[in-house]
């Protein structure tokens, strides 16, 4: 070999496995005139390459800058050798583990546009084969047994690859090299069309669900992470069977359309929409629908948005290819409502019966459950919702992290629960769990923990929960610290703020808006719309919501009538009874006594300073909205749908703040009195809900801008559940920017609960408190 030869050894950490990397790497070294190896190990891959150091240094160049699409390089380490003046072939080594584990899991990846070419060809050996993929696309996550990422401990390990697939597995040049779940009509999965009492349905399944699906029948299809529910979207009748059959009367379903074309055709997409849709993960979007669409009324009941994906699997693209595919399909997780994801036919069969008029099911077993990611576009961009297919568990840095600290899990909250690995600088989020309330969705969250633990190859040594006592997520937390797990307890708004603070990687002071439904306070009421100042650690609360009532205590956050009258009484005194409100006109008079008595007396009704129960007053008092709600934020959506209808808001000019020892209250009592007289006297309901938002948005800018001049800050985050709401987070970002704040959100988790986990952690390294 020529003189000048080096060897270094890169040790590349990130999502690197499972994603064509070491082909990736392969070729390059190969092209380059490179000697050395590459292999997966349960640290991250590493490659060793000998050769001149400009032929090196060039390697590095391609490494970084022009990787698989689907890879993500989190860090890089270098180390130099001495040669070995070995001048073979580069090779792939077999995997390898390494004492110390680091390996990121690769999420499940969107069909890429070449594997969708193949399965449309009729001369290809793949055509019209569901579970065509390859090294840039296909199952990651969902079917993952074990690290390092190979066939033998994948949900693939049953299925023995053909010789044409092992070519194509075991040939660097092929675009399948090293591609796990490799497979084809020979060698791999393959679909069944069964009946609910398990018959199998003779035909090609697709076909049959095809057909099922015109005749407006309700079809359960097994894909990538778990069983959708399939019905016509353009049909009423098929639309709201579904939602009969499943009891879910009515929370908007989610719509898949054959492209982007169709989907134009639904709803307005601008902004990052087309992006995101046809991006590897492939969320669904939630975005303004067309006014004459054809979707079904019963797709989004009183909704102006709708959720739209396109097909992100083989299965789901050859399904439209059908003449007798309907062009638009609800899709909805295949569960009852609020049970965890269905992912085998077992469990389908159970807990669909009844449900379902055909399955369609696949005999590669799903490992690791997941829901579709969601997605919210607005005028400045997209709020994320939901984190889970496509996205999770790719790790998120924690700034403060460090590489040799304990391994830390964030137990997450009681709803639209995830939960949260810290391993070194790196927080591994998993999928969306959702609320902890029944034992089904208990034991999947327990799970799902186990099985992180297991693909990170950890030990938890602490564990940081919410301080609500009664919390699952709380209680499973102190059932492993009476095991000897470190404990430490987190208010719930202060993790709010500080995964909005770490997810910035901010590490300085500022002021925070932390807005959702609930979370228990240091002083024992139920906080939800908190300003914050400093740190985490050292967060000073330094204002809120005015407390009120919440009479009837839970059934306060089901039914919003209760909170319009406790909010109105503040006001009105006991004469809110008389008030001509729809609300309140449809009740029963005695109700409305009896409510008014509760308050009196103080009766189970515990304080709150809740801007969800705040939005649910105003929906009260706005749209009439009676009776329970039938899913989380429901009348909030609903107001929040009747806003974007307006050409322009009713402006308000009540002086909601009041500053007591250096202490902002906000208080909306004015205000909800003039919506009031503004319904009575026939406004109209949409210009009376966008006034809401603004109102609420600019006094709550007004107050933050106090603080931080007090305080000589300049920075502003937004967190919590209720900035998912589209016109209240663009009414506060425009509106701080306008004062000279710099304004922080959320751009990788959502700002909900389901992001919890990860503040829990970030307060926990950020505020450098003891573990009892």
């Not at 020979?186 to 398990?198: I, Q």
């Not at 006014?291 to 079904?296: F, G, N």
């Not at 499973?476 to 500080?498: I, T, Y």
Request: overall charge neutral.
């Amino acid at each position: 070999m020529p003189g000048g030869v080096k060897r270094v050894r890169f040790l590349v950490r990130g999502i690197v496995q499972g994603v064509g990397f070491r082909p990736f790497v392969s070729k390059t070294a190969t092209r380059l005139g490179l000697f050395g190896t590459v292999a997966n190990t349960t640290r991250g891959v590493v490659i060793e390459v000998e050769g001149s150091l400009e032929k090196i240094r060039a390697f590095e160049i391609a490494l970084t800058g022009n990787p698989p699409k689907a890879s993500k390089i989190l860090s890089i380490d270098e180390e130099e050798l001495a040669p070995l003046k070995d001048s073979s072939p580069f090779k792939i080594l077999a995997s390898r583990e390494d004492p110390i584990a680091s390996v990121v899991i690769p999420p499940d990846i969107a069909t890429c546009a070449e594997c969708a070419r193949e399965i449309l060809d009729p001369g290809d050996r793949r055509y019209d084969y569901p579970f065509t993929n390859c090294t840039d696309c296909g199952p990651r996550y969902s079917i993952i047994g074990g690290v390092p990422y190979d066939r033998a401990l994948t949900a693939m390990a049953a299925f023995k690859l053909c010789a044409d697939c092992e070519r194509e597995y075991s040939h660097p040049a092929m675009r399948r090299f090293h591609a796990q779940p490799n497979a084809c009509p020979k060698c791999g999965p393959k679909l069944s069309a069964l009946r609910p009492d398990g018959r199998e349905v003779a035909g090609e399944p697709l076909d049959i669900a095809a057909k099922a699906l015109k005749e407006g029948k309700i079809v359960a299809l097994l894909g990538l992470g778990g069983f959708h529910l399939a019905v016509d979207a353009q049909n009423e009748e098929a639309v709201a069977l579904l939602r009969e059959r499943k009891n879910r009367p009515a929370k908007p379903f989610a719509v898949m359309t054959k492209d982007i074309s169709s989907a134009r055709r639904l709803a307005h997409l601008s902004g990052d929409a087309v992006e995101l849709m046809t991006s590897a993960a492939a969320p669904i979007y939630l975005t303004e629908a067309r006014d004459k669409s054809p979707l079904a009324p019963s797709v989004a009941p009183g909704q102006s948005a709708v959720g739209l994906f396109l097909p992100y699997t083989p299965l789901n693209i050859l399904l439209f290819e059908r003449g007798d595919c309907p062009p638009a399909l609800v899709m909805t997780s295949g569960n009852r409502s609020d049970e965890p994801i269905i992912s085998t036919w077992e469990k389908a069969r159970e807990r669909l019966a009844g449900v379902v008029d055909l399955f369609i099911i696949h005999n590669r077993p799903i490992l690791h459950p997941i829901d579709d990611s969601v997605v919210k576009g607005f005028e400045l961009g997209s709020i994320p919702v939901r984190r889970a297919r496509g996205y999770a568990p790719v790790p998120i840095p924690l700034p403060y992290g460090d590489a040799d600290g304990q391994v830390l899990l964030g137990a997450g909250a009681e709803l639209m629960n995830t939960y949260a690995i810290l391993r070194g600088e790196l927080a591994f989020v998993g999928p969306h769990v959702g609320d902890l309330k029944n034992p089904d969705t208990v034991e999947s969250y327990t799970r799902g923990i186990s099985n992180l633990e297991k693909l990170l190859k950890v030990e938890v040594e602490g564990v940081v929960c919410d301080m609500h006592p009664s919390y699952r997520s709380t209680i499973f937390a102190k059932e492993l610290a009476s095991k000897g797990v470190g404990l430490l307890e987190v208010q719930h708004h202060e993790a709010h703020a500080a995964t909005v603070m770490a997810e910035n990687s901010f590490d300085g002071e500022g002021v925070v808006l932390a807005l959702d439904g609930t979370g228990l306070g240091h002083d024992g009421t139920i906080w939800g719309c908190e300003i914050f100042s400093g740190r985490p650690g050292s967060f000073k609360r330094v204002g809120s919501l005015a407390t009120v009532p919440m009479p009837g205590g839970d059934r306060a956050a089901k039914e919003p009538w209760r909170m319009a009258a406790a909010h109105l009484r503040r006001v009105q005194g006991e004469k809110w009874i008389e008030t001509p409100l729809p609300a309140f006109t449809s009740m029963e008079r005695r109700d409305l006594e009896l409510l008014e008595a509760i308050m009196a007396r103080g009766l189970n009704s515990p304080l709150t300073s809740s801007a969800g129960r705040l939005f649910d007053a105003a929906a009260a008092i706005t749209l009439g909205f009676t009776g329970e709600m039938k899913y989380s934020a429901h009348a909030p959506m609903l107001l929040e749908a009747y806003g974007r209808r307006a050409k322009a808001p009713r402006r308000y000019e009540v002086d909601g703040i009041a500053l007591e020892d250096g202490f902002i209250t906000i208080d909306a009592a004015g205000l909800l009195v003039e919506m009031e007289a503004d319904i009575l006297r026939g406004r109209a309901a949409a210009e009376v809900a966008l006034g809401f938002h603004h109102w609420l948005g600019e006094t709550l800018v007004e107050a933050a801008f106090q603080i931080a001049e007090r305080n000589g800050q300049s920075d502003l985050f937004l967190t919590g559940g209720v900035f998912t709401n589209a016109i209240l987070t663009l009414v506060v970002e425009r509106a701080a920017k306008a004062k000279g704040l710099r304004v922080h959100r959320h751009k990788l988790l959502p700002p909900g609960d389901n992001s919890i986990s990860y503040g829990q952690l970030a307060w926990a390294k950020m505020s450098g408190a003891d573990f009892k």
